[in-house]
């Protein structure tokens, strides 16, 4: 079974539209960490965000937000006024055991069009 | 800033030659990872290192082995490269929970 899980493969919105990314996630650690990334066409993995288990405060940077939900096990993000730099393949990911393994999603390429 | 560089960017092999891709980070990070990436399937990993000479497999370690003879550099090593090895390889390193800093990325190619 799929530790994470990303349902949306890829989502097209217009420039200024929000966006949600789901991620739903699969653990009976009770420590854990989730992370987002993000892969633009260069294809470096660029960090967004990490959130431990113990901490379901949702959190928001400028134009992102994260919601961590516990009791459904999902970590969504959502992008506000989504702006064509936006467009990239977005990473959900899990960690969790002693020595940190690390399990992502199979990714959601979002393309913003002008 | 910590940075993990990796030796190649593109690399070209034939079908059975025996290819290394390395991976060094300078930051004294505990764990080291080698991940594959391929259209519709994200990320898998395939080693992981979490100390100097300790390795253990991932999702997908068949057809590939690694090496880690010191703490800032991790081998991943193709026997006896395949097509089916041709994809983007990735490595990471990471303190003990906290995130992964990612190299650049080595797109192999077997023909």
């Known amino acids: 079974a799929q530790k994470v899980t990303q349902a949306q493969t890829e989502i097209s919105v217009v420039e200024k539209e929000d966006v949600t990314l789901d991620c739903v996630y699969e653990?009976?650690?009770?420590?854990?960490?989730l992370f987002w990334y993000k892969q633009p066409p260069s294809g470096e993995l660029v960090f967004l965000i990490r959130?431990?288990?113990?901490?379901?405060q949702n959190e928001i940077s400028g134009r992102y937000s994260w919601n961590f939900q516990k009791s459904t096990s999902s970590f969504n993000f959502t992008i506000t006024a989504s702006q064509v730099v936006d467009s990239a393949v977005y990473f959900c990911a899990l960690g969790e055991g002693n020595f940190n393994k690390f399990y992502f999603g199979s990714g959601t390429k979002l393309n913003v069009k002008p | 800033d910590v940075k993990v560089t990796q030796s190649s960017r593109y690399l070209v092999k034939r079908t059975g030659e025996k290819v290394f891709l390395e991976c060094v980070q300078d930051?004294?990070?505990?764990?080291m990872f080698w991940y594959r990436q391929d259209p519709g399937l994200g990320l898998r990993l395939i080693y992981f290192?979490?100390?100097?000479?300790?390795?253990e497999k991932g999702d997908i370690p068949e057809g590939y082995s690694v090496s880690r003879e010191k703490k800032e550099r991790f081998s991943l090593i193709l026997e006896s490269a395949s097509t089916n090895q041709t994809s983007m390889y990735l490595c990471a390193s990471s303190l003990r929970w906290d995130r992964e800093y990612f190299g650049p990325g080595t797109r192999l190619t077997v023909t």
């Open positions: 959130r431990n288990s113990f901490d379901e």
């Open positions: 290192s979490y100390d100097v000479k300790m390795k």
């Open positions: 653990t009976r650690d009770t420590t854990y960490y």
């Open positions: 930051m004294d990070h505990e764990n």
